[in-house]
């Protein structure tokens, strides 16, 4: 999950608050207080949509030229090998 919030994601998206909740649960073992710090997380992404689907391929991924790395979606992830992706400068 720390591969859309952190810096030099894809899509530049940088939100502090969600960098330090990503932070803090990796120390939380009550079940509780984890959940509800993923759901401030989820919140965070539905706010700020950072990355937006246009519509869904199993095989078909729409990126922009600024974004390198092997692409090789399948029938259950787009984002499959995500952590080889890179922007460019």
Same mark, same amino acid.
């Given at each position: 999950? !720390? @591969?859309?919030?952190? =810096?030099?994601?894809? %899509? /530049?998206?940088?939100?502090?608050? %969600?960098?330090?909740?990503? !932070?803090? +649960?990796?120390?939380?073992? /009550?079940?509780?207080?984890? &959940? =509800? &710090?993923?759901?401030?997380?989820?919140? *965070?992404?539905? /706010?700020? @949509?950072?990355?937006?689907?246009?519509?869904?391929?199993?095989?078909? +991924?729409?990126? $922009? @030229?600024?974004? %390198?790395? $092997?692409? $090789?979606? !399948?029938?259950?992830? *787009? *984002?499959? !090998?995500? =952590?080889?992706?890179? @922007?460019?400068?």
């Amino acid at each position: 999950m !720390n @591969r859309y919030f952190e =810096e030099g994601n894809q %899509a /530049d998206y940088i939100n502090s608050d %969600a960098i330090k909740i990503l !932070n803090e +649960v990796y120390s939380i073992s /009550d079940i509780k207080t984890l &959940k =509800e &710090k993923y759901q401030t997380l989820q919140k *965070f992404y539905q /706010d700020d @949509r950072p990355y937006i689907g246009l519509y869904f391929n199993k095989k078909t +991924v729409i990126y $922009t @030229r600024s974004v %390198a790395g $092997t692409f $090789t979606p !399948n029938w259950y992830s *787009f *984002f499959y !090998n995500i =952590e080889t992706w890179y @922007r460019k400068n």
